[in-house]
């Protein structure tokens, strides 16, 4: 199984809203990413988990907060966003730990729409 | 830091024709993905190449990355309908820990 689920599938909230993104790999990886993807451009880091610990921050601002429960699970907890923020939201899990030369194999993502 | 330009931006093709992108990188790089996403969907990884000259294909498709590792390139024979679609190349630098992508290569192909 080389799946990587993430829910919902699209969101639309408002300014003062808070939700939460969530993504899940039963592969076993070890390594567990955040992209952030506007149209008609390449995907951007956002954070990375390696064993379940943040290792990762791209100077996200703090109205995106990640969590990693286990490590199967990975979320992303929104608040206060701008419509700037909205855009394609992909979840991402490799084998191995931050660094190594792995594969990334992204979920279908979360289309994230801020009014 | 670390940058890869991806050329063209934009190709259209008539069915039947070649295609070919091409990435290019500012420092050697420890491997190269390739990805492909069609409209309105997430990438989807193709290959990966490791080692210098190294060419690998995929029916119709062939990846090569350069003897210095420092460029890539996919080229697709005969193209169809069904390989129109954003190819984004992504190369991980020696101590890197993350991908840096090229800005892709948006296919077009008119049956």
């Known amino acids: 199984d080389t799946e990587v689920t993430q829910t919902p599938k699209h969101l639309v909230m408002g300014m003062t809203n808070k939700k939460s993104l969530k993504c899940e790999q039963h592969?076993?990886?070890?390594?567990m990413y955040w992209y952030k993807q506007k149209a008609k451009k390449p995907p951007e880091l956002m954070f990375v988990?390696?064993?379940?610990?943040?290792?990762i921050n791209e100077s996200v601002p703090s109205r995106f907060s990640p969590e990693c429960p286990n490590s199967s699970l990975l979320n992303l907890h929104l608040h206060a966003l701008q419509p700037e923020d909205s855009a394609l939201y992909l979840c991402a899990s490799a084998q191995g730990w931050v660094g190594a030369q792995e594969t990334q194999y992204f979920g279908p993502g979360t289309r994230l729409l801020v009014l | 830091g670390q940058q890869v330009m991806q050329i063209p931006q934009y190709q259209h093709v008539q069915e039947g024709e070649d295609f070919t992108t091409y990435c290019n990188s500012s420092t050697t790089l420890s491997n190269i993905q390739w990805y492909k996403q069609r409209p309105g969907g997430h990438p989807v990884f193709l290959i990966q190449?490791?080692?210098?000259?190294e060419v690998k294909k995929q029916k119709r498709l062939t990846f090569q990355f350069g003897e210095a590792k420092k460029n890539s390139s996919l080229h697709i024979t005969a193209t169809q309908t069904t390989d129109v679609g954003t190819y984004f190349c992504?190369?991980?630098?020696?101590?890197?820990?993350?991908?840096?992508f090229g800005k892709g290569t948006l296919l077009t192909v008119n049956p």
């Open positions: 992504a190369g991980l630098g020696g101590g890197n820990y993350k991908l840096t």
């Open positions: 988990y390696s064993y379940e610990k943040l290792s």
């Open positions: 190449l490791v080692k210098s000259g």
């Open positions: 592969m076993g990886h070890r390594a």
